[in-house]
């Protein structure tokens, strides 16, 4: 058997190298978003800024098959599980254009796993979804 350490050298390096750029994201980069179904909406959510205990904003966009899905009666509830409690406070939704709505006042008691518990109407149907946040 013969050894070749440079080639060991060399991968090893370029580990070192994907490691570091992992860990190198974009400052602007959102610090928390992600996508969840509410049948039959879509909703894309994002927290402009992390997540924290208190008070929070938090985006959604929602879609109907990739149109922006507008007129929505659109209620969120934050919920912790692993304790079974809510929130004092009752978060505010604020509509925009297209599908877009601004959740106000989402407030979180205290550290830990979180559900932000979204119901979706428009009159007729009825849809409900999840985002899960882990609040530091
Ligand atoms: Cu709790």
Known sequence: ???RPFKYIWLISALTIA???????????????????????QVGWEFPDAPQVGENTLLLTITDDGHGAEGLEVTVEPWMPGHGHGSPET????EGN????????????MGGPWEVRIELADGEVEGDGVIEVDVP
């Not at 978060?91 to 604020?94: A, F, L, W």
């Open 98 to 109: 297209g599908g877009d709505y601004t959740v106000e006042n989402l407030y979180f008691t």
């Open 1 to 3: 058997m013969t050894l």
């Open 19 to 41: 490691v570091a750029a992992c860990g190198d994201e974009p400052e602007d980069a959102p610090t928390h978003a992600g996508t969840t179904d509410a049948d039959p909406w």
């Open 91 to 94: 978060p505010v939704v604020t």
